[in-house]
């Protein structure tokens, strides 16, 4: 992949984007297959998948059979490099002492952001999570409605490759024909708890991940989405006949070097790097988004981390997708005399009313996964079925004491063996060793199922972050201190969850650690919820609207105050609904970035 470094500059592109991840790499496929000449700012290194990953090493390869350290919290083989929840020299801090009231920050300084770490869990936010306000009064309405972006969800799942099926639930949307791919089979303990599910009134569908069960349709696809534009069609053609169906090798947070799950550098970059339209500059820590004297957005100043020096681009429009939190930092340290508090934070709303998922985790153990016979579990690494939120009628009647919903995933199956394969067994063995210990490794290998809730939350007033007037980074750049409160709805949201995870493991015939003949009635869900940032999907703190003075951007992330400058991540997002948002800031990029390129062509910017 061709890159630039500092002093290989142009004198001026048409647009700057900073981050290289889902928003970043998604504006820069459409700006670049559009004409514009774009230069990309990534703060961390070049990174290729294709040569980098290891596909068909073992656990039993790695240092410490592959668990986690604290140079590599996500384990030895995880994508992530250079990153994680602490860098040095780039600290956070966080306002409280207390566990639950802080933020943990996860991040990646590599080519292509956290695109090559996460789950690729691809789901649809419906017409609920654009008008939950309208729904139930609580938090604020998008400016946009699931009718203005379903044909972006469209035009996202025909590139990246989705799998999954349509199944016509409620705000649960379904994809338009041709969109997905088939899932994969389900196994065994699917099964299991798709028989349970349904005893319960749960249903378990297919799953939906950015995983190509087999292989794009490379002649077709590039016309629909770029209809009229043989040029991009060309080119997209090209990028999609390079990318193969999945062969279940390995975990996906490894990376894939046959390019058969989504991550930005092996499915938006490469288009773009080939329209020839794109520089790529990677260690370039962006500091400073500047003014011209018409109150436009006119570059970036940046740090060159390999020199160590400052520099400067310029462009007519800049892109900020440098992940929520990062591009809240980037604004807040880009002050001047016209904006004081920071960039376009005329409204003062600016890391304001950030939001993670409501997250909950329970694992039981299933007599009946018990020493199955050997059989082929191959397969993706989770997320074959899942259990969309099913009781919107109840919670709207007020049936369940708390305000929007929650999806479940689940894994099960008989995993790569890892360190902790074989340990914490004592609560089912009473202790055992030597031969006895070897036969119980063998028995119950395979037989838990680990449930995981994944849920909305309404944003509040105590969730902020600001910039920490004593604490700078190694390159003297203010960095982000966390404010984080969760509400008693949060709370009682996971109590419904771990009631819910214990219905469906008692309904496998299954068991739970520690569980007593009678559960408990009541549940505190203080103490079973994912401390804020645990799960990685923060969205918010530039909040999308109508209103100016109530919100940062509008309906097509170009902030209110300037308007050549957009965002094109997860800071725009007004709530978090309760499905993984990385589909959404793709197809919101995709929205955003069209909208841009049609302006810069009619000169509007």
């Known amino acids: 992949m061709p890159l630039i470094t500092a002093n290989a500059l142009k004198d001026s592109y048409d647009v700057i984007i900073v981050g290289s991840g889902a928003g970043g790499g998604q504006a820069a496929y459409v700006l670049t297959l559009e004409g514009a000449k774009v230069l990309m700012l990534e703060a961390g290194r070049n990174y290729d998948p294709v040569t980098e990953t290891p596909m068909f090493q073992t656990n039993g390869q790695a240092p410490l059979r592959a668990a986690p350290t604290p140079d590599k919290a996500l ?110 089979k389900p196994l065994v303990s699917d099964l299991l708890i798709q028989k349970a599910g349904k005893s319960l009134g749960i249903p378990a569908v297919a799953g939906r991940r950015a995983v190509l069960t087999q292989r794009l349709d490379f002649e077709n696809l590039p016309a629909k989405l770029h209809p009229g534009n043989a040029f991009a069609q060309r080119i997209v053609r090209d990028a999609m006949a390079q990318r193969a169906a999945c062969f279940w090798a390995t975990d996906c947070t490894r990376g894939c070097s046959i390019r058969a799950n989504y991550q930005s550098p092996t499915v938006h970059l490469p288009p773009a790097m080939a329209t ?112 969309p939120w099913w009781l919107y009628r109840d919670q709207l009647a007020g049936g369940l004491g708390f305000a929007r919903g929650y999806h479940i995933q689940w894994e099960g199956g008989r995993k790569m063996p890892s360190l902790d394969t074989g340990a914490g067994l004592e609560w089912l063995t009473r202790g055992s060793y030597g031969d006895k210990f070897k036969a119980d490794a063998r028995r119950y290998y395979g037989s838990f199922v680990t449930f995981s809730g994944l849920g909305e939350m309404i944003p509040n007033e105590d969730c902020f972050c600001e910039l920490d007037p004593a604490t700078r980074d190694k390159w003297g750049i203010p960095v982000l201190k966390f404010h984080w409160k ?12 771990q009631k819910t995870f214990a219905a469906i493991v008692h309904a496998m015939g299954g068991r739970i650690r520690g569980e007593t003949a009678a559960p408990p009635q009541e549940i505190d869900g203080s103490r079973f919820i994912a401390p804020g940032g645990a799960v990685s999907h923060e969205v918010g703190g530039a909040r999308m609207g109508s209103d100016s003075q109530r919100s940062v951007t509008n309906r097509w992330g ?45 000169g509007n910017l």
């Open 486 to 497: 969760r509400s008693g709805n949060e709370f009682r949201q996971v109590a419904h969850m």
């Open 276 to 387: 020839g339209n794109l520089d790529l500059l990677p260690n370039a820590m962006a500091r400073e988004i500047t003014l011209g004297k018409d109150g436009k957005a006119n570059g970036v100043t940046f740090i060159d981390k390999t020199s160590g020096g400052e520099a400067h681009a310029s462009a007519r429009a800049v892109v900020v997708a440098a992940g929520a939190m990062e591009s809240v930092r980037l604004l807040l340290n880009s002050k001047s005399a016209q904006f004081p508090q920071g960039l376009a934070n005329s409204s003062g709303l600016v890391g304001k009313y950030i939001m993670d998922t409501v997250a909950s985790v329970l694992t039981g153990q299933i007599p009946l996964l018990e020493n199955l016979p050997p059989h082929n579990e191959d397969g993706a690494s989770t997320g074959h079925m899942y259990a």
């Open 75 to 184: 384990g030895f083989y995880d994508a992530i490099v250079d990153g994680g929840y602490r860098i040095d020299g780039e600290p956070y801090t966080n306002a409280s002492d207390e566990y639950q009231r802080q933020f943990f920050w996860l991040r990646a300084r590599m080519l292509g952001g956290r695109t090559n770490h996460w789950g690729r869990v691809a789901l649809r936010y419906g017409p609920y999570d654009f008008k939950p306000c309208t729904r139930d009064g609580l938090g604020v309405d998008w400016p946009v409605s699931y009718a203005d972006m379903a044909p972006y969800y469209d035009k996202v799942e025909m590139l990246v490759g989705v799998y999954g099926t349509n199944e016509s639930l409620e705000n649960a949307p379904d994809s338009s024909p041709g969109c997905l791919l088939p899932p994969p």
């Open 558 to 602: 170009q902030t209110h105050d300037v308007p050549n400058l957009v965002l094109a991540d997860g800071a725009p997002f007004a709530s978090s609904a309760d499905k993984n948002p990385t589909l959404t800031i793709m197809a919101l990029a995709w929205r955003a970035a069209e909208r841009l390129a049609s302006e810069l062509k009619n």
